[in-house]
């Protein structure tokens, strides 16, 4: 990953202290500017293999908890072994409002994935009276994670709804939330009361929506820049989930995210759809999820590598193969390196 240096080199001319003790003025320190780093080369992105317009897993997780009893739960073990994979294959997660924008500036040869948690569980996040996570929470384990791999970033995107990781003050919910965003963490738009919107009359999707919005912005939770589906339902007009106003309350969203399915688009890909984002259920291969859960797709992705987002390590450029050139976005052509 190139990053612009911040620090320049200091050039003192003269001894600072040897000249205030003789009653002259101090050397002047002259700030040297370091040189701008060069944009990556299309050799350089072939050597890796890049191509960031490759499919991304944006997987979904529910709570985390020692005896699942909805086939959305995950145990510790099976989060920390899903992770784990994810650490020793390249990948990299990212937030969800990262990958919708595009800013996706991760290592040359790495992969992206977006973690997303739904429902605001106290089994995601829960912190003792220091600040620090509880044991086997998802927080917990993520960031075991990232220190235990160098380079996995552990951040996650966590779609809130009123239960608020079960904490009912709302100095409680401040704490959690102040904690996440302290950490790298986003929070994302669910509706307030995890309403399905299938069906409903505007004014209910937009009282669904703005509550969720405000719920989070008058707990100072930053910017909201994407909204998940609850149950993955879109509304009959599905731009209603993406931008709206209502009593006052404006949102305006990025991206709008589905309940599972399969790996999303390159945000650079003219396939990419904003409305409809597909995310992948955390599963191992069996029953319905022998091929459409997160083990299955996973498999897919290490088994066919051409068909993965894999990064060119500047986020300044969109590299690829360039017979893949017809699958480039418009907004994306002037970053475009094909080789």
Excluded at 177 to 193: C, F, I, R, S
Excluded at 260 to 269: E, K, N, R
Excluded at 286 to 313: H, I, V
Aim: hydrophobic share 35%; with cysteine.
């Amino acid at each position: 990953m190139r990053a612009a240096a911040t620090v320049g080199l200091i050039v003192l001319a003269g001894c600072v202290a040897c000249g205030a003790d003789q009653g002259q003025k101090p050397a002047t320190a002259v700030e040297v500017k370091p040189a701008a780093i060069k944009p990556v080369s299309a050799a350089n992105a072939k050597a890796v293999k890049a191509n960031e317009l490759g499919q991304i897993p944006v997987l979904m997780y529910h709570r985390i908890i020692e005896n699942p009893t909805t086939q959305d739960d995950r145990t510790p073990k099976q989060f920390r072994t899903e992770l784990e994979r994810l650490a020793k294959e390249g990948y990299v997660p990212i937030t969800a409002a990262e990958y919708v924008t595009g800013k996706i500036d991760i290592p040359a040869g790495k992969h992206p994935v977006v973690l997303t948690f739904d429902d605001s569980s106290p089994s995601q996040v829960t912190l003792d009276g220091t600040g620090t996570p509880a044991k086997d929470t998802a927080v917990a384990i993520l960031l075991e994670a990232g220190a235990k791999y160098p380079g996995f970033r552990p951040v996650a995107t966590f779609y809130v709804t009123r239960d608020m990781f079960g904490k009912s003050s709302t100095t409680e919910q401040a704490q959690i939330v102040a904690w996440l965003k302290q950490h790298g963490m986003e929070l994302g738009n669910h509706t307030k009361d995890h309403t399905n919107l299938m069906g409903k009359p505007k004014q209910v999707v937009l009282d669904e929506v703005t509550a969720g919005h405000k719920l989070i912005t008058d707990l100072n939770g930053g910017e909201v820049v994407t909204f998940a589906l609850p149950y993955g339902n879109q509304p009959k007009t599905k731009e209603w989930a993406l931008k709206g106003s209502d009593k006052g309350v404006k949102y305006n969203y990025s991206g709008v995210f589905l309940a599972g399915y399969m790996p999303a688009q390159s945000p650079f890909s003219g396939a990419f759809d904003p409305l409809g984002i597909p995310r992948i259920r955390s599963m191992d291969k069996k029953g319905d999820c022998a091929k459409f859960c997160s083990t299955g797709w996973l498999d897919w992705l290490k088994e066919n590598p051409g068909e993965r987002y894999t990064s060119d390590g500047d986020a300044r450029t969109v590299a690829f193969p360039k017979f893949q050139e017809t699958m480039l976005a418009p907004s994306a052509k002037t970053k475009a390196l094909a080789y």
